[in-house]
């Protein structure tokens, strides 16, 4: 048995716009600021043992902070229809990750694993409907619709690596 606790004051602001270009165009931006608690597996100093591999969490793990930005352009095909495309980019302070102790055992733990890591992207979406058909004694609309999604995702970190020479 063992107690762990994490105290801290966060501000955590956040700024939400929306302007409507015309009826089927809309620009979306938001900016905030969140943080990323480690989990209880990751911060407790008992060992997880999972397939494949047994990790034991680190007590002294610090959370993330995390500063987000995103910007979106709305195009609305009909009222239930859309596409958009999606900008974002994310500045993490602390990142989280799972390490290899280096041990026989290939025992795993977390750690603060950098200063900060960057992750930005492009995301696009499309919701399409294939078949509107409306029941005349309901009235109620019965749909078969498309949903796709696609996203490119770019993450950069630094990591030094103990006992490694430089590449």
């Not at 955590?12 to 597996?41: F, H």
């Not at 055992?105 to 058909?133: D, H, M, P, Q």
């Not at 019965?142 to 970190?157: C, E, F, H, P, Q």
């Amino acid at each position: 048995p063992g107690r762990e606790s994490i105290k801290k004051t966060y501000f955590l602001p956040s700024l939400n716009l929306k302007y409507d270009l015309n009826d089927k165009n809309a620009i979306r931006m938001g900016l905030s600021k969140t943080y990323t608690l480690p989990q209880s597996k990751e911060i407790s100093p008992y060992q997880y043992v999972n397939i494949g591999f047994a990790s034991q969490g680190n007590p002294n793990l610090k959370p993330s902070d995390n500063y987000n930005a995103d910007l979106k352009w709305d195009y609305y095909l009909s009222p239930s229809e859309l596409f958009t495309v999606t900008g974002f980019f994310k500045h993490i302070v602390n990142p989280i990750g799972r390490v290899d102790q280096g041990n026989s055992a290939g025992l795993l733990s977390y750690s603060n694993i950098s200063a900060f890591a960057t992750v930005a992207g492009i995301e696009v979406e499309l919701r399409k409907n294939l078949i509107n058909r409306v029941n005349t004694a309901t009235s109620k609309v019965n749909r078969v619709s498309l949903g796709l999604n696609a996203s490119y995702i770019y993450t950069d970190l630094e990591v030094d690596i103990v006992n490694t020479p430089r590449r």
